[in-house]
């Protein structure tokens, strides 16, 4: 059964780069047809998507953030990592990393969710 | 950007009655829509897809239906752990997300 779980600093300082890494279990990141999320939530707030990696590296990123995110995968480690740079208070949320269906865009596979605080 | 609002914000149901939940895109999304619950502490999971297929090991008493605007989950008859939040979200352009509907205990 396909597992994910992220990982990372729960807590970044304001300005600072806020960096996520997601290992994924049970199956291969280089599976054709799925693309690896990550999607955040504010405390007691709806979802929000960030971005989305194939295996190969093509990336596509939620417009609103695109200019402060980064997303690489490594396939010799069964992960994906997030970077948000310049990071404040507004982007205190839980961030969930997921599995995306490459040609209809729903997300059929979650990790638990990882709390990160921006606060000095 | 597509945004997708959902209605009600709460919507408080008895045990073994029927929820209907609304959801409605900006612009016509075709049945790029999924459906997700989400309890507290928990992940979302993925419930309906294209709007009207269920995802994996979903009970039948979840369903999904329209097109275009104006979508409907339905739950025929609500089980304890039924009490969630459920969030719509589209693919027709990127991917957006509802902001909610919360279904608690009438």
């Known amino acids: 059964q396909l597992q994910l779980q992220g990982s990372g600093p729960g807590l970044v300082k304001p300005s600072e780069t806020l960096s996520l890494t997601c290992t994924v279990s049970?199956?291969?990141?280089?599976?054709?047809?799925?693309?690896w999320a990550w999607v955040r939530q504010p405390p007691g707030k709806g979802l929000e998507w960030i971005g989305s990696?194939?295996?190969?590296?093509?990336?596509d990123y939620n417009p609103s953030l695109k200019s402060r995110v980064t997303m690489s995968v490594d396939t010799s480690k069964n992960q994906f990592s997030l970077k948000l740079r310049s990071a404040t208070a507004a982007d205190t949320a839980v961030y969930f990393c997921?599995?995306?269906?490459?040609?209809?865009?729903?997300?059929?596979?979650w990790g638990q969710g990882t709390l990160v605080t921006v606060s000095s | 950007e597509i945004v997708m609002t959902q209605s009600p914000a709460t919507l408080s149901v008895s045990p073994g009655e029927r929820a209907t939940l609304s959801c409605r895109a900006s612009?016509?999304?075709?049945?790029?829509l999924a459906w997700y619950q989400q309890k507290p502490g928990q992940a979302p999971r993925l419930l309906i897809y294209?709007?009207?297929t269920r995802a994996n090991g979903i009970p039948a008493r979840f369903s999904g239906s329209g097109s275009g605007t104006q979508f409907t989950l339905t739950i025929s008859s609500l089980q304890s752990e039924d009490f969630a939040i459920y969030y719509c979200?589209?693919?027709?352009?990127?991917?957006?997300f509802g902001g909610g509907t919360k279904v608690d205990i009438k």
């Open positions: 612009q016509s999304i075709s049945t790029n």
């Open positions: 997921a599995r995306r269906d490459s040609s209809a865009w729903f997300l059929d596979s």
């Open positions: 049970g199956g291969s990141i280089s599976s054709i047809g799925y693309y």
């Open positions: 979200q589209q693919y027709s352009n990127w991917l957006t």
């Open positions: 294209g709007a009207s």
């Open positions: 990696i194939y295996y190969s590296g093509s990336t």
